[in-house]
């Protein structure tokens, strides 16, 4: 089946620093990529969807500042929290559909942010 | 907001079949229902995804209302590692693309 990859897996940082998270579709072509964040024992919460080569957009009250999406190529979307603070902690989930895939999104296995 | 409701969570005997409910009263005529699963601190996986006939693959089944107004997500033989937080799903968007919007899904505890 297809595959996403993300990295880091786990990441600590300081209040006020900026970290990028990656997510790869790795053996099919991701025309379409988006992002969720998941607090404990909540459900997923869609932050952004992103197309290949445009703009991401983002769902209502997610800072498009804060969170800043790349989708530069069709196997890479990028996610960065910028001056992150500690209620940015949480689970940050991407998922992937495309080309030569069936019509299902497949999700990565999620990066765990903990801010300091 | 999520356009399903399902229960808060459910237990199924390990080796019996396990039924996982789902009301989707204000489902429109394109849109599909999609079952995900996610097992503690991962990614969600996909399960099955259907339009209106019932549906069948390796993992479960889907049988889906005639008015299409609730759906039953099928394990026939649910083992412990079927634990997990399941998410029913009507697919917004035209066709099968578009957005998945989560729920708060069904906890269901596969029991020895």
């Known amino acids: 089946g297809a595959v996403v990859s993300q990295h880091p897996s786990r990441v600590i940082c300081k209040s006020g620093t900026s970290v990028k998270i990656e997510c790869r579709s790795l053996?099919?072509?991701?025309?379409?990529m988006f992002w969720y964040r998941q607090f404990p024992k909540q459900s997923l919460m869609l932050m952004a969807t992103s197309n290949e080569g445009s703009k991401a957009t983002y769902e209502q009250g997610v800072e498009k500042d804060k969170f800043l999406i790349n989708h530069a190529s069709l196997t890479l979307s990028t996610l960065t929290v910028t001056s992150a603070h500690p209620e940015d902690s949480s689970f940050y989930i991407c998922?992937?559909?495309?080309?030569?895939?069936?019509?299902?999104?497949?999700f990565g296995p999620g990066t765990r942010l903990t801010v300091t | 907001d999520a356009k399903t409701t399902q229960p808060t969570s459910m237990d199924c005997a390990e080796g019996r079949a396990a039924n996982l409910p789902c009301n989707h009263s204000?489902?429109?005529?394109?849109?599909?229902v999609y079952w995900y699963r996610q097992i503690h601190s991962q990614g969600p996986q996909y399960i099955i995804h259907?339009?209106?006939n019932n549906e069948t693959n390796e993992m479960a089944s889907l049988i889906i209302t005639e008015d299409r107004k609730s759906s039953t997500l099928i394990l026939p033989h649910a083992t412990l590692r079927d634990t997990a937080v399941y998410y029913c799903i009507v697919r917004v968007g035209p066709g099968n693309t578009g957005k998945l919007i989560f729920g708060q899904g069904t906890t269901l505890q596969v029991k020895p």
């Open positions: 053996d099919f072509q991701a025309t379409t």
């Open positions: 204000t489902i429109s005529g394109n849109e599909y």
């Open positions: 259907g339009l209106k």
């Open positions: 998922s992937a559909e495309g080309r030569g895939v069936p019509y299902e999104q497949y």
